[in-house]
């Protein structure tokens, strides 16, 4: 199940991905799911940053089709490394996944940081998937909306540390 997400932000690439990697932000974003934190890492790694970010989220907004089978909360490991696009930006490989039930699901992509006049375009691509042969289209389509809510709410978060509101 195809995900794209489109933003854009009034500082430099440089900058937003300062704050994409700053442990705080991290914690403060991870506030702002709702979810409690296990752990957060950051790794400037020589410029090439990355993050792992280990949360137990609530299921709140899944369908109730698979609330009963998923529970109240879900573990999930974010996971971001970043490299330098060499056009003045950065790409980050992003891989979050969480266990439900034995089955893996899972949001494989990449966050495209692109300088424009104003400031960065962000773009987030990737695939929701989930081991489930049965259900598997459905629950893809949740997780494909959650991961859309979950873009959202970082961008807030985002916009915010920024010093942006809107």
């Not at 424009?116 to 909306?145: C, F, K, L």
């Amino acid at each position: 199940m195809p995900i794209d997400h489109t933003a854009t932000f009034p500082a430099g690439p440089d900058d937003v991905l300062a704050v994409l990697t700053d442990e705080a932000f991290l914690r403060d974003y991870a506030r702002a799911l709702g979810a409690r934190l296990e752990s957060v890492e950051s790794i400037p790694d020589g410029g090439n940053p990355r993050t792992t970010v280990r949360l137990v989220v609530p299921t709140l907004g899944i369908p109730a089709v698979f609330t009963r089978f998923v529970g109240r909360e879900v573990a999930v490991a974010d996971r971001r490394n970043w490299t330098a696009d060499g056009d003045g930006g950065h790409r980050g490989v992003l891989l979050v996944e969480g266990r439900i039930l034995g089955r893996t699901a899972a949001v494989r992509g990449e966050r495209r940081l692109r300088p424009t006049a104003d400031g960065t375009r962000s773009t987030v691509t990737g695939e929701a998937e989930v081991d489930a042969p049965v259900v598997g289209r459905q629950a893809e389509a949740a997780v494909r909306e959650l991961a859309m809510v979950v873009l959202r709410r970082e961008d807030d978060v985002l916009r915010r540390w920024l010093g942006t509101p809107d």
